[in-house]
């Protein structure tokens, strides 16, 4: 597999469960990313790893909750989540964050999460 | 005031024609500048990265003005595939974030 894989590609969860998402890229890259997207908004940024190390977290709410084991997996652990939760979840891989020349990004196809 | 702005369209051109649409940015101090392209229901894919001195990528062409705090994208001799929301990136130097713009939809009619 080549790029930045997500699964699942959709997911639909009540209030009270618990879920995750999961990302890997294949790109050798050190940072990967979680964003949001909502219908005509733009991106959010949630999360950023760089070198499995939290950089970011850009007033998250805790029922998101990120994990990355090593530079290539991060996931995403849902709890307790609102229908205002209900979006796209994106995952990106840069070479490396923060440095110019190097963050430039590669999504994965997403997640679409739906509440109800 | 938003960090980056973007006309939302949609622009609807016919095929053969030029479209051209900019994208403001907030922050005096932003380093680089990219755009996106987005297709329904898909990933961000970068399109291209914005250079200074102005950069053109086959039917493509990007601006950046500094002093007006914009970039501008320029599609030449449209097709029916570039139909598409576009995307403006900013990205501050020593900050993780890249700041996106809500979007540019085109959309070329035959």
């Known amino acids: 597999e080549t790029g930045v894989t997500q699964t699942p590609r959709h997911l639909v969860m009540g209030m009270t469960n618990k879920k995750s998402l999961k990302c890997e890229q294949h790109?050798?890259?050190?940072?990967m990313y979680w964003y949001k997207q909502s219908a005509k908004k733009p991106l959010e940024l949630m999360f950023v790893?760089?070198?499995?190390?939290?950089?970011e977290n850009n007033s998250v709410p805790s029922r998101f909750s990120p994990e990355c084991p090593n530079s290539s997996h991060l996931f995403l652990h849902l709890h307790t989540l609102q229908p205002e939760d209900s979006a796209l979840y994106l995952c990106?891989?840069?070479?490396?964050?923060?440095?110019?020349?190097?963050?430039?990004?590669?999504f994965g196809a997403g997640s679409r999460l739906t509440v109800l | 005031r938003k960090e980056v702005e973007q006309d939302p369209g949609p622009f609807n051109v016919p095929e053969g024609a030029t479209v051209a649409f900019n994208c403001t940015y907030s922050?005096?101090?932003?380093?680089?500048f990219f755009w996106y392209r987005q297709d329904c229901r898909k990933e961000p894919k970068l399109l291209m990265s914005?250079?200074?001195s102005g950069n053109e990528d086959g039917r493509f062409t990007a601006q950046l003005n500094r002093a007006s705090q914009y970039i501008s994208l320029l599609i030449r001799d449209s097709k029916l595939s570039d139909s598409a929301t576009y995307l403006c990136?900013?990205?501050?130097?020593?900050?993780?974030?890249?700041?996106f713009g809500a979007g540019t939809t085109v959309t070329v009619r035959a």
């Open positions: 990106a891989s840069s070479q490396v964050a923060g440095i110019t020349g190097a963050n430039v990004l590669t």
């Open positions: 990136v900013v990205y501050l130097s020593n900050d993780y974030k890249l700041s």
């Open positions: 790109l050798g890259h050190n940072a």
């Open positions: 914005v250079y200074s």
């Open positions: 922050n005096s101090a932003s380093q680089s």
């Open positions: 790893y760089n070198f499995k190390e939290q950089t």
